[in-house]
């Protein structure tokens, strides 16, 4: 079936750097893909929605200026947390699919691990 | 924006049991989808079941079933003859433009 790969899947970066996850379709076009941040023992949250060719939106509170979402091709999505800070470290997830009003299975990439020092 | 509502934090049942998650969204919608997923400490989001919320039927898939009320707004999870592998957090989500998730119930399975 249908797969979304997310890299990397640790990755631990030192303050004021940047950071880039890469979430990938691999075997269909990724018209829509999400972004979310899930903290520990709790739920995911949404932090943008990224369609193919369009500037990424960004869900109230989420500083787009620092997390930045590309989506130049319907196989890739980027974030690149910009000016890393400890309370940036979390676990960030991917999601695609190919058409979401339509009602299009929705795939998760496998997540990544984002630690900050 | 959608919220979806998950009131049970933690439920615990003993294996071969039943077991019933709620959920609860709002919306104005009339067209949109609903889902539960399953994170295991992997953290991997595995899809348990989905409801088409034009569809009447209640979505089954083996030992997992919904209770789609649509006048309610409610999406409870039934799990029936519950397996230790089913031990998880489960995530109820409501699609429309983008999918948003409830808060979580993690469920343990006793032997």
């Known amino acids: 079936g249908a797969v979304?790969?997310?890299?990397?899947s640790w990755v631990i970066c030192k303050s004021g750097t940047s950071v880039k996850i890469e979430c990938?379709?691999?075997?269909?076009?990724?018209t829509t893909m999400f972004w979310y941040r899930q903290f520990p023992k709790q739920s995911l949250m949404l932090m943008a929605t990224s369609n193919e060719g369009s500037k990424a939106t960004y869900e109230q509170g989420v500083e787009k200026d620092k997390f930045l979402i590309n989506h130049a091709s319907l196989t890739l999505s980027t974030l690149t947390v910009t000016s890393a800070?400890?309370?940036?470290s979390s676990f960030y997830i991917c999601s695609a699919s190919s058409g979401v009003r339509s009602g299009n299975t929705i795939y998760f990439g496998e997540g990544s691990w984002l630690t900050v020092v | 924006a959608q919220t979806v509502t998950q009131s049970q934090p933690e439920m615990s049942v003993q294996e071969a049991e039943t077991v019933t998650l709620s959920c609860t969204y709002d919306t104005s919608e009339n067209n949109y989808y609903l889902f539960w997923y399953k994170q295991p400490p992997s953290r991997q989001m595995i899809l348990v079941i989905r409801q088409e919320a034009y569809k009447q039927q209640n979505a089954t898939e083996n030992r997992f079933s919904v209770n789609f009320q649509k006048a309610a707004k409610s999406f409870s999870l039934?799990?029936?003859?519950?397996q230790l592998g089913d031990t998880a957090m489960?995530?109820?989500a409501f699609m429309r433009n983008d999918m948003r998730f409830g808060a979580g119930t993690r469920l343990t399975v006793k032997p």
């Not at chain 1, 979304?4 to 990397?8: D, F």
């Not at chain 1, 990938?24 to 990724?30: H, K, T, V, W």
Request: proline share 8%; net charge negative; charged share 25%.
């Open chain 1, 4 to 8: 979304v790969s997310q890299h990397p």
């Open chain 1, 24 to 30: 990938r379709s691999l075997d269909f076009q990724a």
């Open chain 1, 85 to 88: 800070h400890p309370e940036d």
């Open chain 2, 78 to 82: 039934k799990i029936s003859d519950s």
């Open chain 2, 90 to 92: 489960y995530f109820c």
